[in-house]
């Protein structure tokens, strides 16, 4: 078992005008961003970069004469296809940070064709993000409302947004949603409290009930790629920690020119597929692999981690539940504490995605 901390993090960063309290409202919102939003492809020599009039900032100038307020982000990414350090051109006064980033775009490196996101706000015309031209961009507004038409608003369905530590929520607000979307990205976080899946001995011979959940995340703007997760879970806190997490599935899909194709070919179908599973047919699984006898366990773990690996899963194993591993279950159960010790999080994550795999091979 394993403690999730992506819905924590996001949790504690967003600020009030990034959180949402269902899912209709999100979408809302999208849809007015997608709205005011226009792609376009650019060669770099056809972008310019002024200092505004009181040289406090910078303007990205297209072919038109057009300007728009490069964000945060975005000058980041134009600083990448300049060639320059951000970090570098953010300590420069704005004259000579233009200076650096034309030199770039323009003159230091052959001329590469830009694709550009532009939204129109109340403050003029902002740079949201520059990126390659085949960048595949799969809109917020169209997972929101994907995910809105397979499991409801988020508020009143059987997932939702978590309550706390298993009892449901008597209301989600800013202060408790798990809901967010800003510029940059999204994220979602529902789960099924409701339907329990019961496990028989899950853990010191007793009875174990675990709640199903998912985390979706995309970027329109390039700074992820489209993200679904999937996993098993005991309880989420206070501070929106998932606990007791374990059986990760993940799929990711990069914003590469078929990207948008793929949403509607694998992720889609995925979700769908999720919103329709009976909490029966999960537990069918687990008790499944509870019954699963292994007959040569170090062979078993070694074929999947290593020999190394092996040994350390058998231990902890031992450690925590006071005998040595003979189902499945165990081996997912000694895999993913394991897991725990593992210190970076895109590794442990890796690793516990492995150890559920094992659950496959398992005829429910």
Known sequence: MTVLMQASNQWSTRPPEERFTSLPAMRAQLEQLRANSRAAVFSSR??????????AGLLVEGPGGHTAAPTNWAFGQLATLSG??????????????????????????????????????????????????RYGRIWN?????????????GVTGDFRVPGEFGRALSEVTSANTTLFAGDRDMFVFLADEKNRIELP????????????????TNSETGASALKIKTFLFDYVCANRI??????LEEISIRHTASAPDRFLEEAAPALLEYSRASASSVSNVLRA???????????????R????????????????????????????TGATAYARSIP??????????LAGGMLEEVDA
């Open 289 to 303: 692999a509870q019954a699963s006898k292994v007959d040569k366990v170090d062979a078993f773990l070694a074929s």
């Open 201 to 216: 001995g899950r853990r010191d011979g007793k009875t174990g009930e675990l709640a199903r959940g998912f985390f979706v």
């Open 46 to 55: 056809q972008l310019g970069v002024i200092p505004t009039d009181d040289n």
């Open 305 to 332: 981690f290593g020999p190394r690996i092996a040994e350390r899963v058998k231990a902890v194993h031992v450690t925590e539940e006071g005998r040595p591993i003979e189902t499945v279950w165990d081996a997912v």
């Open 84 to 133: 320059a350090p951000a970090a570098y051109l953010r300590s420069l006064p704005a004259p000579l940070a233009a200076d650096c980033l034309n030199y770039g775009l323009k003159v230091e490196r052959d001329a590469i064709d830009t694709g550009v996101l532009l939204t129109r706000g109340t403050d003029g015309l902002e740079l949201r993000a520059a990126t390659g031209p």
């Open 141 to 153: 507004v169209d997972v929101v409302r994907s995910l809105e038409e397979r499991f409801g608003d």
């Open 344 to 353: 970076w999080t895109a590794e442990r994550v890796a690793f516990e995605e």
């Open 242 to 247: 998932v606990w007791g997490a374990h059986e």
